[in-house]
């Protein structure tokens, strides 16, 4: 038990310095020693949790899919709108709580993670799925153009809402984003 703790502990003031030196220089710029002088730790204690610096960022991505419970996905229908904006905004929170990573390895695409092909999985496996099935999808398209629409249209307005300087709440953007979800432009316009 106390070694467990003081593995997560470590791992912890790992990804915390990770952190705070991805908002001072391109990730392409930090090293190890780096890290290690920040987190205060020797460089056979970092190799004892991680391979290298991008295993980093791949754990922080992977960690805030799953805080993310994309899955619950499957259990949405578009006749339930507060259960769709409830998503949304728990994914909204994930993404503002770990938005230098997400900006990192989705938006900026700065470093290559596997991220962006989990979210297209994960759109695939479960919303588009559950349309699919209730057969709200046309049999036309093929569903990799609707789900990169639907990751580029939500992260085209992630990025525009991490941009302003004074922006709505994650539960005023997650509204807007299930507009959108729900009744396309038509949800704008008169």
Known sequence: ??????????????????????????????????????????????????????????????????????????QLSLEQPDSIRRLIVNLLNVIEKNIDVYKL?????GISTRLPHRIADELERTIVKKWAEDGMLKEAPDRSYLIDFIQGAFNSLLRCWLDRQERESPEELASIIETFLIYGLSGFVR
Do not use: G, W
């Open 1 to 74: 038990m106390k070694s467990d703790r003081r593995t997560q502990y470590t791992k912890m003031v790992i990804r915390e310095a990770f952190l705070q030196l991805i908002r001072a220089k391109p990730v392409q710029k930090i090293t190890i020693a780096d890290i290690c002088t920040l987190a205060d730790i020797s460089r056979p204690t970092f190799y004892l949790h991680y391979t290298d610096v991008h295993a980093l960022p791949e754990e922080i991505c992977e960690n805030m899919l799953e805080s993310a419970n994309l899955p619950q996905m499957t």
């Open 105 to 109: 390895c989705v938006l900026d695409r």
